[in-house]
């Protein structure tokens, strides 16, 4: 079936399917409000960078729902943003405290409902930008569909804990923001002479 959905830049995954992400802190309290409903639900735990030069992280990600275009986190320091400084969020959310499964958020225009359809329970790899490092490796490489929300263009996958947090690992980073994932049905991925 070759590439499942295409690479997803973070920068533009985050416009295309939150609108514009903003933030603003008190305290250790970060509140983050986007243009679009994120669907997002309480106790899931996001990976966020502040793009506003204010050098903020947060200590576990994980966060309150308080309305369809807002939620809250706790920062690792405190401090004060004043709202609205830019920030950017991963295409990858994970499933609360689970360790085995999260969402995975495609581009607006790369998602393809037909695609998807019939496909829990498909599995899958994921590649880094270069598109010849795979995530995690072994049997933690692979990740399984199990459940597939066309309302917010995203899948959720389960894997090990390993593959998980290894997953976890990379769209955490800004580099991998910017540069992006590449998905493929589990064996897909053409083999090339560096492989």
């Known amino acids: 079936m070759g590439n499942a959905s295409g690479s997803t830049?973070?920068?533009?995954?985050?416009?295309a399917q939150f609108g514009v992400a903003t933030y603003g802190r008190s305290g250790s309290t970060v509140t983050v409000t986007t243009t679009r409903n994120h669907g997002?639900?309480?106790?899931?735990?996001?990976?966020?960078?502040?793009?506003?030069?204010?050098?903020?992280?947060l200590s576990t990600g994980v966060i309150t729902v308080t309305s369809s275009t807002t939620f809250t986190a706790t920062a690792s320091a405190s401090g004060t943003v004043t709202a609205g400084a830019a920030c950017?969020?991963?295409?990858?959310?994970?499933?609360?405290?689970?360790?085995?499964?999260?969402?995975?958020?495609?581009?607006r225009n790369q998602w393809s409902t037909g695609l998807w359809a019939g496909k829990v329970g498909a599995t899958l790899n994921f590649y880094q930008d270069d598109n010849s490092t795979l995530i995690s490796s072994g049997a933690d490489a692979i990740f399984e569909v199990a459940a597939i929300d066309p309302s917010y263009l995203r899948i959720r996958v389960t894997g090990t804990a390993t593959g998980i947090g290894a997953f976890a690992t990379v769209v955490a980073t800004k580099a991998n923001f910017d540069g992006g994932l590449t998905v493929y049905f589990q064996g897909s991925k053409e083999k090339t002479s560096s492989d």
Do not use: K, M
């Open 40 to 57: 997002l639900e309480n106790n899931q735990v996001v990976y966020f960078t502040d793009d506003a030069g204010n050098s903020v992280a």
């Open 88 to 107: 950017t969020l991963a295409p990858f959310v994970r499933t609360g405290a689970a360790t085995t499964s999260g969402w995975y958020y495609i581009n």
């Open 9 to 15: 830049s973070a920068a533009s995954f985050s416009q």
